[in-house]
């Protein structure tokens, strides 16, 4: 008995699938008829034909154990040579459907526009801010210069004051060594 993964065409994973079926060999596939193969999943009419026909040609030849020699199985109605990862149902989840894809598209279209709404409110947001800055920055200068004006006329006042009250002192001072002359004139 020649096992099943030794067939040309049939690769690990399709051996995995039709062991777990009950096909251990390449003479229990040869003795197979199509529609138990096409019960199998992942095995349509095309491919189950096509590997019934390896299965015959290489237990009846020997074929399987020559070096060198590829079975030659041609895809029939879109499916790919038995082994080869082909056939309807893997095809199908190897390649999304075209509304699966329609759908992932829409799903990203509608990712680009939310991206770009984001955006430009992170962009309107900014400007405002910067506005918003820049009115602060204008207040802040007036605010400077208010202050500075207030400053220097507080100051000017307080010269003021500083000066009358000199003038005061001196006003006192001089009545008082005013006084002293009198009363020195007087005795």
């Known amino acids: ?17 039709l062991q777990d079926h009950g096909v251990r060999s390449v003479e229990d596939l040869a003795g197979m008829d199509d529609a138990g193969l096409r019960g199998i999943p992942g095995i349509g009419a095309s491919r ?16 399987e154990d020559r070096p060198g020699q590829a079975a030659a199985v041609k895809p029939v109605n879109g499916n790919a040579a038995p082994g080869t990862g082909g056939g309807q149902a893997e095809a199908s989840q190897a390649q999304p459907s075209q509304e699966e894809m329609d759908r992932k598209l829409a799903e990203a279209e509608a990712a680009r526009k939310a991206a770009e709404e984001k955006a430009a409110k992170a962009k309107a947001k900014a400007a405002k801010a910067k ?24 100051k000017a006042k307080a010269k003021k004051a ?19 002359k009198k009363k020195k004139a007087k005795k």
């Open 1 to 17: 008995m020649t096992p099943i993964h030794k067939l040309r065409g049939v690769g690990p994973a399709l051996a995995k699938v």
């Open 48 to 63: 189950a034909a096509a590997l019934t026909a390896l299965a015959s040609e290489a237990a009846d030849t020997g074929a």
């Open 131 to 154: 506005r918003k800055a820049a009115n602060l920055s204008e207040e802040f200068a007036a605010a400077k210069i208010k202050a500075k004006l207030k400053a220097k006329k507080m």
């Open 162 to 180: 500083i000066e009358k009250e000199k003038a005061k002192a001196q006003a006192i001072l001089e009545g008082k060594t005013g006084e002293k």
